[in-house]
């Protein structure tokens, strides 16, 4: 018995190293490992032995199939048998399943990275009502009724009243300062992003309905300097780039000095291309120092306190940054469009 | 307003920069050039003077002063020949002033013996070529003058007065009048007229009347040199629709010692042409208007603008502004010229410090503030959480507009009470934006159709305010959802993502009940619509939208929305916001599937497996829902998978098994209800 065992071990070890291919090996390992292979046979007829012998035999054909099946498993990975030779080649080239990704709109893109770079410079968002009163939207801002200033904001009025006076759709997100003041003692660092209106006729630049965010900075120290650092600060990150600002004269009746404030062109570096005009520089938002009679609207003593306040559209912010041509595209719901953000 | 190069150069000393550069440097100090153009000899400069320096700087004159100024040379003022009144002929004009809170100044000319002709070349062509055509000398001179100096001027008839009288004063409702552009106006009260007997001869301020214009046979003048309350002249403007020169000026307010500057300057110009005697002069002046003085000292200066400027530097750039400045120290004491009225606070004064030395030499410093990290917005913060799930569930934000139109009353098939609370601008751009949105879910079905034809499947969401009025105007922020050809479950699904991204677990879908608080009924689908609650509040809805709006829409697919009340869910979120420890036991699934009545729902199956099963049932889900042919007429098969799990120790196979049979006999206990073995 023990030398049939020892035979069949030669043969059998002899049978898969002289096999050719996994073919050839498989037929080996059905001849002496398979269901009905002769070691398999053996090993079953175990049972049949007397116990005395049937331990140390045994013991040994199960060493047998070990060794054979070790033999066996090195000499199919020798002919390249893998788990997966048994599954059919794919086309790797066919395209892959389509995920169905959803977008953010551009302008909530654009306004989270004005949110993020504004709030690393200690500024709160805040917000207010679309739907606004003449006091906050007007008369607060040194606007008063009946002065040639308020034609400087078409205003789309409506059939609704508060307190027998008519309400309007807020012009700008100023009304948001306002109303953050008259609620917060200084020092107020705030930005306003929001959404409002004007009553003008659509065109590539213009909508009736569009996107603005304003900045208040109010303490007992603050300097046209500080605006130049804050805002500069702001166009850097914003663009990646190393942008300039400067400002010239120009009028609101909420600040004095107003400023208009240009930066250098992001895509000629100020060299003058013909997005700029040639210029160099882009006209990119109006600012100034709060005016005293703002101030004491919302019961702030100016004596002691001072405070920049800037606009801008977060429209053009966002046309700027993703080169969009024209502000409708914003409105139209176009997936298209959209997709691509 | 256009300016002549050479005209402007007229008053400037030497040599004016050349007209590019000098573009550059007025947008950097001054006013914005919009264009720099050729003509003939001359170049035409498009300056846009800013709204509170109009009194100062919308003439040529006053723009020659700032180039000037901001150039370093020497300004020539314009000619003012002081009138010398001579015998004349005529019987002396009586002006009343009626209206003297609108009047602060009334100074006119008699001029007798003039002759109406073609100006001379010199003058046509300097107005022509700034945009003013030639009428005949007279009228050219009035122009000439407003152009030149800033003042507007008139010029009457003097013959065409009825009995030598002039009464300036407020109309009345309803007066007409006929003015030099032809038209008949009726007007409001209080507007400022001038009336001689009986008549209306003036639209004071604004444009003169017809009544008494000067033809080519006009032989004595008047020449008027007001000066009107700004805010009278702005509400003529604004009422009227008439914008002219003058008014402009007039709305923002002039100087009233520059009526008489401006009455000299005509003087000279008759001397050139028409001629003629003055043999009067009429000067309604009762308050003089004094001159202003503000202080300002170089410390405070630095702490304004940021940067240091010395007292001789600040006294430098005032004085050739028109300031005269003395100095003690470091503290300044500035007279403002009258014509400066924009200059009444010390801010004023910075500002003509800062641009003038320069914006771009201040430094830029970061301000000294606190490092007191931003307090959040809470109701921001749960708006990005809910854009970001539903960005993370596959959606794409929509902006749409604010508005709705006249047709959309329609095609949402508003009731005449819905309409009614219809939020209506007053001056629509359109009829196709007539009304405030009520709702997300109108503008974004339209969004359906539009991208229909580019999309089999539409999934969209906007956040955004919408509006309601009944008896109050209601301003809400709403999130909206919408997707088509899906079925309801699947947006189901798409909120409890959201709702439980917000931490919000309690959340339910209750019927819909005839009278929504806050959805128009008609919107919906009708038998395809839940509230969305939590607790017994409702926050939202959710549906099929109406197959009604969608076949007028043209839409093919169905399509599902829901709209929640923004304001509401971050509420909910902030208060649910705690966190919720986990079991570290494992879970035990079993599944129970049963047969019910088609009108069963599946919440009431919910409601009796958590009674039954008590607090080790840790969740319930639905996996399969059918009716149909295998399943008996009337009835629905329901399959659940329950989970088990517990806080405090691993469950046994038998505990579970327990509770499992346990459930399965309080279902069974319900007669029309059978658990499918």
Known sequence: MENNLKTLKNTAEKGIKQAKNLKDLDGVFRLYLGRKGELTGILRSLKDMPSKERSAFGKEANEVRQVLQEAFDSRQKELGWSNETQEGSIDVTAPGQKIQAGHLHPITQ???????????????????????DEWHNFDALNIPAGHPARDLWDTFWLKAEINKKPLLLRTHTSPVQIRYMQEHKPPIRIIAPGRTFRYEATDAGHEINFYQVEGLMIDENIS????????????????????????????????????????????????????????????????????????????????????FAFGMGMDRLAMMKYKIPDVRMFFASDLKFLKQF | MLFSYSWLSEYVKGTMLKPDKLADLLSLRSFEVEGVEKKGSDWILDIDVLPNRAHDALNHSGMAREIAAITQKEF????????????????????????KAQVPRYISYVIEGIKVEPSPKWMRDRLESVGINSI?????????????????????????????????????????????????????????VIEDKGRLIDLAGVMGGKLSAVSNTTKNIIFQAANFDPSTIYKARKELGIITEASTIYASGIDSNLGEAGLE?????????????????????????????????????????????????????????????????????????????????????????????????????????????????????WQERVRNSLLEAGFTEVYSYSFIGEKDKELFQYSLKDAKTLVEVTNPTSQDFKYLRSTLIENMTK??????????????????KVFSNKNTLKERTMVSGVLTAEEFYVLKGVVDFMLERLGISDAWYDEHKATPEQSRVSLWNSKRVAEIKVGQEEIGFLGEVSKGILSKLKITEKVVAFQIDMDKLATLASEESEWQPTSKYPAVIRD???????????????????????????????????????????????AFHVIYQSDEKTLTGKEVDAIHLKIIKSLNDNPSWEVRE
């Open chain 1, 110 to 132: 654009t306004r989270r990275k004005v949110e993020e770079i504004f709030g690393s410079m200690g500024f709160v968002v805040a917000d207010g009502p679309e739907v606004e």
């Open chain 1, 224 to 307: 046209v300097a500080n605006f130049k650092a804050v805002i500069q600060e702001f166009f850097k990150r914003f663009f990646e780039k190393d942008v300039t600002i400067r400002l010239r004269p120009s009028y609101f009746p909420f600040t004095e000095p107003s400023f208009e404030v240009d930066i250098s062109c992001v895509l000629c570096e100020g060299k003058g291309c013909s997005s700029c005009e040639h210029t160099g520089w882009f006209e990119m938002l109006g600012a100034g120092m709060v005016h005293p009679k703002v101030l004491k609207a919302v019961g702030y003593n100016p004596k002691n306190l001072r405070g």
């Open chain 2, 76 to 99: 020539i003022p314009f000619v003012q020949k002081k009138a010398k009144v001579e015998k004349g002929s005529l019987k002396p004009l009586k002006v009343t002033i009626q209206a």
């Open chain 2, 136 to 192: 005949n000398n007279i009228v050219d001179i009035t122009n000439y003058v407003m152009l030149e100096t800033g003042q507007p001027l008139h010029v009457f008839d003097y013959d065409t007065i009825r009995d030598q009288k002039m009464l300036v004063r407020l109309s009345k409702k309803g007066e007409k009048i006929e003015i030099l552009d032809g038209k008949n106006y009726t007007l409001a009260p209080g507007l400022l």
């Open chain 2, 265 to 381: 300057a005509a003087l000279s110009l008759l001397k050139k042409t028409g001629g003629g005697k003055v043999v009067q002069i009429i000067d309604i002046y009762p308050k003089k208007e004094t001159s202003r003085k503000l202080n300002v000292s170089v410390s405070e200066v630095e702490e304004f603008l940021g940067v240091k400027i010395s007292a001789a530097e600040i006294q430098r750039i005032l004085t050739p502004l028109g300031f005269s400045v003395s100095k003690k120290g470091d503290s300044l004491s500035a007279t403002v010229p009258s014509r400066r009225i924009d200059v009444s606070i010390v801010e004023d004064i910075m500002e003509e410090i800062g641009r003038m030395y320069g914006y771009e030499k201040i430094p830029a410093v970061f301000p000294s503030a606190s490092l007191l990290p931003p307090e959040p917005n809470l109701d921001l913060f």
């Open chain 2, 447 to 464: 969004a359906v159709e539009k991208n229909q034809k580019n999309f089999s499947k539409i999934k969209i969401f906007e956040m955004g």
């Open chain 2, 592 to 638: 129970i599937a049963l047969l019910v009545p088609q009108d069963v729902k599946v919440v009431d199956v919910l409601n009796a497996v958590n009674s039954a099963g008590a607090k080790l049932v840790r969740d319930v889900d639905l996996f399969d829902m059918y009716e149909g042919k295998e399943i008996e007429a009337g009835m629905k098969s329901m």
